[in-house]
């Protein structure tokens, strides 16, 4: 095998002691893939419990797991075969470890769902089904496990492989293969079986086999995530994580969100003198032949083949928070180096990790995914739309996987998972946790809920009228968002709200947009470039009604002047220039205001 080999990743999900781990065991231990003295400590330990040999054992890497008898996290390990290397997943069924399971499914090129034989497809085994749907896994197999338990029936597997096959039709997806095995006896699992006379099928390793190769990033579109940028000597070197594709010097390449198109000059190399390309994995810097301004966050992709670059995108994700998530509360969403807020604005589909249950959305909108809700379980609470014709889910519960759609403050340059891996998949925090993560599944249209001024082209966010409270029930404070809106030149904006407060007369000037907006008599009198702005005397709040501390002109060039686009409003600028409390207040309430 080459240095650069590329592994297929395989995932094995089903119900709880359907016999996952046992099935990878035994496909190790015949592939001679194990270290030594594994079996000798398994051996010892089902001495030490007084339980009988187990191959999923060899898998589970904490004793204490081993005692217990449940797999509770992802286990990777690699193995060969003769047409190539793989990584192999065994991914937990036991729903308290859910989390686990997705996380390594997240990753995975294929998806094996096992199933007992003699005990049929379960609940968790449909649930297991549709999170793979969800996650975007498009090549799924089946494994009639414990067929030793059926006496090798025939009827016992087609009974699994009717079942399975038709509720994987309803999630849209298609049984790549039902493979009948007994993990125990290791039969079908390297080659054919006299037990099975009446299959005709590859064996689990011919399948494996079979499967298409694991994708070659180097061949796939050019995405390299801005990562910081370094001044050095003369230079500006751009540096970041090449995610996929090839890069050479000389290239005809764009910076997103904003395309703007320049060429590769170098990629300098301490303390060589620097190479000319660079391949999918490579950690690399360059320089561009146009010097204007790059920042962290930024996507560079060749001209050609550019990301979309939109504000609203559909997501499969999965939610691990404390507090549900809600569709209208903020978050923050960080996707490869891009870290903006964003906002739910539909919960299209829920499938609970407790009750098995499964929240279908409105087929119309959606498409046939949800077709087999019917077949996991109730609706969550939530009533239909009319404007949308969606019925949104009350919410994301800790453990829920779901549909949504996502709504940014601002331009992201992203991909569809399928695409690109890397620019495909989010994680979402929520307050100062990680609360979920995901992966994009589709472009939507822009309506996409959040207030902004409009002028021609120019579209700047703003945060002026979302409300502040701090909840005693909680015992922290909270915003609860906004009406969507836009504000053209000539048009009234709210002065006054529950926690908020402006005069008729001032200007609003938003750094990261580049824009100022002068308010006049409660009206919108002019939306212009921040170049074009001049001070004039009267108050100023920025983007999210945070009053500047600006007096006069020289302030106020002292204030830009303490400001950097690539740092944004940090800390140490927003102790020295803004004041919280000039146009906001904090009110108190006991219970949830935040919808």
Same mark, same amino acid.
């Given at each position: 095998?080459?240095?650069?080999?590329?592994?297929?990743?395989?995932?094995?999900?089903?119900?709880?002691?359907?016999?996952?781990?046992?099935?990878?065991?035994?496909?190790?231990?015949?592939?001679?893939?194990?270290?030594?003295?594994?079996?000798?400590?398994?051996?010892?330990?089902?001495?030490?419990?007084?339980?009988?040999?187990?191959?999923?054992?060899?898998?589970?890497?904490?004793?204490?797991?081993?005692?217990?008898?449940?797999?509770?996290?992802?286990?990777?390990?690699? =193995?060969?075969?003769?047409?190539?290397?793989?990584?192999?997943?065994?991914?937990?069924?036991?729903?308290?470890?859910?989390?686990?399971?997705?996380?390594?499914?997240?990753?995975?090129?294929?998806?094996?769902?096992?199933?007992?034989?003699?005990?049929?497809?379960?609940?968790?085994?449909?649930?297991?089904?549709?999170?793979?749907?969800?996650?975007?896994?498009?090549?799924?197999?089946?494994?009639?496990?414990?067929?030793?338990?059926?006496?090798?029936?025939?009827?016992?597997?087609?009974?699994?492989?009717?079942? #399975?096959?038709?509720?994987?039709?309803?999630?849209?997806?298609?049984?790549?293969?039902?493979?009948?095995?007994?993990?125990?006896?290791?039969?079908?699992?390297?080659?054919?079986?006299?037990?099975?006379?009446?299959?005709?099928?590859?064996?689990?390793?011919?399948?494996?086999?079979?499967?298409?190769?694991?994708?070659?990033?180097?061949?796939?579109?050019?995405?390299?995530?801005?990562?910081?940028?370094?001044?050095?000597?003369?230079?500006?070197?751009?540096?970041?994580?090449?995610?996929?594709?090839?890069?050479?010097?000389?290239?005809?390449?764009?910076?997103?969100?904003?395309?703007?198109?320049?060429?590769? +000059?170098?990629?300098?190399?301490?303390?060589?003198?620097?190479?000319?390309?660079?391949?999918?994995?490579?950690?690399?810097?360059?320089?561009?032949?146009?010097?204007?301004?790059?920042?962290?966050?930024?996507?560079?992709?060749?001209?050609?083949?550019?990301?979309?670059?939109?504000?609203?995108?559909?997501?499969?994700? =999965?939610? #691990?928070?404390?507090?549900?998530?809600?569709?209208?509360?903020?978050?923050?969403?960080?996707?490869?180096?891009?870290?903006?807020?964003?906002?739910?604005?539909?919960?299209?589909?829920?499938?609970?990790?407790?009750?098995?249950?499964?929240?279908?959305?409105?087929?119309?909108?959606?498409?046939?995914?949800?077709?087999?809700?019917?077949?996991?379980?109730?609706?969550?609470?939530?009533?239909?739309?009319?404007?949308?014709?969606?019925?949104?889910?009350?919410?994301?519960? #800790?453990?829920?996987?779901?549909?949504?759609?996502?709504?940014?403050?601002?331009?992201?340059?992203?991909?569809?998972?399928?695409?690109?891996?890397?620019?495909?998949?989010?994680?979402?925090?929520?307050?100062?946790?990680?609360?979920?993560?995901?992966?994009?599944?589709?472009?939507?249209?822009?309506?996409?809920?959040?207030?902004?001024?409009?002028?021609?082209?120019?579209?700047?966010?703003?945060?002026?009228?979302?409300?502040?409270?701090?909840?005693?029930?909680?015992? +922290?404070?909270?915003?609860?968002?906004?009406?969507?809106?836009?504000?053209?030149?000539?048009?009234?904006?709210?002065?006054?709200?529950?926690?908020?407060?402006?005069?008729? =007369?001032?200007?609003?000037?938003?750094?990261?947009?580049?824009?100022?907006?002068?308010?006049?008599?409660?009206?919108?009198?002019?939306?212009?470039?921040?170049?074009?702005?001049?001070?004039?005397?009267?108050?100023?709040?920025?983007?999210?009604?945070?009053?500047?501390?600006?007096?006069?002109?020289?302030?106020?060039?002292?204030?830009?002047?303490?400001?950097?686009?690539?740092?944004?409003?940090?800390?140490? =600028?927003?102790?020295?220039?803004?004041?919280?409390?000039?146009?906001?207040?904090?009110?108190?309430?006991?219970?949830?205001?935040?919808?």
């Amino acid at each position: 095998m080459g240095a650069r080999e590329r592994f297929l990743k395989l995932v094995l999900v089903g119900h709880v002691d359907h016999g996952k781990s046992s099935v990878i065991g035994r496909l190790l231990y015949d592939t001679g893939s194990l270290p030594q003295g594994a079996v000798d400590k398994v051996r010892r330990i089902a001495v030490e419990t007084g339980k009988r040999f187990e191959f999923a054992y060899l898998l589970d890497a904490f004793e204490e797991e081993q005692k217990q008898g449940i797999t509770i996290d992802t286990t990777r390990l690699r =193995f060969h075969t003769a047409k190539r290397g793989y990584v192999i997943i065994d991914a937990p069924g036991h729903k308290e470890f859910l989390k686990n399971m997705i996380s390594g499914a997240a990753d995975a090129d294929a998806a094996f769902l096992v199933v007992d034989a003699a005990r049929g497809v379960e609940e968790q085994s449909r649930r297991h089904a549709s999170m793979l749907s969800l996650l975007g896994i498009r090549q799924v197999c089946v494994i009639a496990n414990k067929m030793d338990l059926v006496d090798y029936a025939e009827d016992a597997y087609l009974k699994v492989k009717e079942d #399975m096959e038709a509720f994987l039709e309803t999630l849209g997806l298609r049984s790549g293969a039902c493979i009948p095995l007994s993990a125990l006896e290791g039969v079908n699992v390297l080659g054919g079986s006299d037990k099975l006379p009446w299959y005709g099928g590859r064996s689990l390793i011919e399948t494996l086999d079979a499967l298409p190769g694991a994708p070659d990033f180097e061949q796939s579109v050019l995405r390299l995530p801005v990562q910081d940028v370094y001044k050095f000597d003369t230079r500006r070197i751009i540096a970041g994580r090449l995610e996929s594709g090839l890069l050479r010097v000389g290239d005809l390449v764009a910076v997103y969100p904003g395309g703007r198109r320049t060429r590769v +000059a170098s990629m300098p190399l301490w303390p060589d003198e620097g190479k000319t390309e660079a391949v999918a994995g490579e950690s690399i810097g360059i320089t561009v032949a146009d010097e204007f301004f790059n920042r962290r966050g930024e996507v560079i992709g060749h001209a050609s083949d550019p990301p979309p670059v939109t504000r609203v995108f559909r997501a499969s994700l =999965f939610w #691990m928070g404390k507090r549900p998530l809600i569709r209208g509360r903020d978050y923050k969403l960080k996707i490869a180096t891009q870290a903006v807020p964003v906002r739910v604005r539909d919960i299209l589909r829920v499938v609970d990790a407790a009750r098995i249950d499964a929240v279908s959305a409105g087929a119309a909108h959606t498409g046939a995914v949800h077709a087999g809700a019917a077949h996991i379980g109730a609706v969550h609470a939530g009533a239909a739309r009319p404007e949308t014709g969606v019925n949104d889910a009350a919410g994301v519960e #800790m453990n829920d996987v779901a549909e949504v759609i996502i709504a940014a403050r601002e331009p992201l340059a992203l991909d569809l998972f399928s695409v690109c891996r890397a620019t495909g998949r989010f994680v979402l925090v929520d307050g100062y946790d990680v609360a979920g993560g995901g992966i994009v599944t589709g472009i939507e249209s822009e309506a996409d809920g959040f207030c902004f001024f409009v002028r021609g082209e120019m579209k700047v966010s703003c945060d002026l009228f979302e409300e502040y409270f701090y909840s005693l029930d909680e015992q +922290a404070v909270n915003k609860r968002s906004a009406r969507a809106a836009v504000y053209a030149v000539g048009n009234l904006i709210p002065l006054k709200g529950e926690s908020f407060s402006y005069p008729e =007369f001032f200007d609003i000037v938003s750094l990261p947009d580049d824009a100022a907006i002068r308010i006049r008599s409660g009206r919108v009198a002019e939306i212009l470039p921040l170049a074009a702005y001049g001070y004039e005397g009267l108050p100023l709040v920025n983007g999210r009604g945070f009053a500047l501390r600006v007096r006069s002109s020289e302030d106020w060039r002292r204030c830009l002047g303490d400001y950097s686009p690539n740092a944004g409003e940090d800390a140490d =600028f927003a102790a020295k220039w803004l004041d919280f409390s000039a146009y906001r207040s904090i009110p108190f309430t006991k219970g949830n205001w935040e919808i």
